[in-house]
């Protein structure tokens, strides 16, 4: 049900996904996994830079700089050192959001994980930071699909709440949007009921499967790329796409607090190139943990990569210098809006955690020195506190307990 739009052999991961929602494992399921996730790991942390680097380069129409950045506090540093002069010297606002930095950075949340690379070019004698990309990491992607699917069964409830409540709720009260939107509209009673519906939905999908959940749940984002430009130039950016092969699927502006246009675009990767590199040795070395060398693993990756869908989904994300500072250092740090984004209520139910730890775990296993898995260790109907969910963890990896413990 959950679709990776930016991996490959999505049909087989999103088929893998479901039944592992339903408490459905299979024997081939362990290594088919690692197949799907290393594989697609390395694939997208190949595309990712090529299209980024053609892309930027066309655009500044020269040679680009680049290097790895692992932390958000990185981002912040460089695209304060690099910022074009007319915001370093002509912006008051700019000038405040970097002096309030530097004087406090700890308060920026610099110590935030990041994987994905940072691109600079020379623009008029001056070093400037144009842009980077990214590649989503498991945690969020664990979070944002729990999002969806929890946004989805709110709209179920939601639904029922419209048709059976009318006689005991105001006509002119609106059922639309997120529980949580609509939670100060309804009455007590009411709200009891909203749960009493998740959980009636629950056991349903619990004898019934995934014949009532939407076929597929799109994570559009695991691949992106942010573009530094500014408004009037989105025409030019979208004809160089146009020229590397890139189709606009989907733009959607954001205003408020968040200005910028985000573009969804399907790319063709040039697979042979792909492939002219062996895998990385941490990929071979987790394979040959489990019986399969490293000849016999190449091979794998190419039927795997030639095998696949030619085409995957990336996010670009466009904004203007002044606005990424807002959203890195102002008044909508990226930082800020996840954690209000995982304090609303539905994303922090039974539902949303028993999802957002299910994926979370997908992406972990194959990473996991020697796992073997005789039963899944969450069901979606089931009830667990957050403190089980680290033990399974700690247990992947045969980490010591914490626990003071003199056994």
Known sequence: MINITSFIHREAFRDLIGR??????????????????????????????????????????????????????????QLIAHLPAHLTTGSERAGCLIAAYRADPGLYYRETPFRGMLYFAELNGRRVYVGSNRIKRIRRLAEKSARKVVDWLDQAILEQARQEARPRVDPDVAFTGTMSAVCTELPRDALSELEHREQALLRRLRENGSDGLPDAIAINDVAGIKVLIDTHEEARLLGILQDLGCQL????????????????????????RLLTEPLPAKVLRVFRDHGVQAPEVQRWFETFVLGGESHVRVEIICADYAETLESEIGRCMHEDRIIRQRHRREHAGQLAQNV????????????????????????????????????VKRTLFHLPSVELNLD
């Open 20 to 77: 592992w929602m339903f408490d459905r494992l299979a024997p081939s399921d362990r290594m088919d996994l690692m197949r799907l996730v290393h594989f697609n790991s390395v694939y997208v942390a190949r595309y990712l830079p090529m299209l980024t680097a053609r892309l930027l380069g066309a655009f500044h129409g020269c040679e680009l700089s680049s290097r790895v950045s692992l932390t958000k506090g990185d981002i912040k540093d």
């Open 356 to 391: 957002e730890f299910l994926l979370e775990l997908m992406f972990t296993v194959p990473a996991a020195p020697d796992v073997r898995l005789d039963r899944l260790p969450v069901r979606l109907w089931d009830r667990y506190l957050p403190d089980y969910f680290d033990e």
């Open 249 to 272: 699927v989907e733009r959607e502006p954001h205003t408020g607090d968040y200005r910028a246009v985000n573009l969804l675009v399907d790319y063709a990767p040039d697979r042979t």
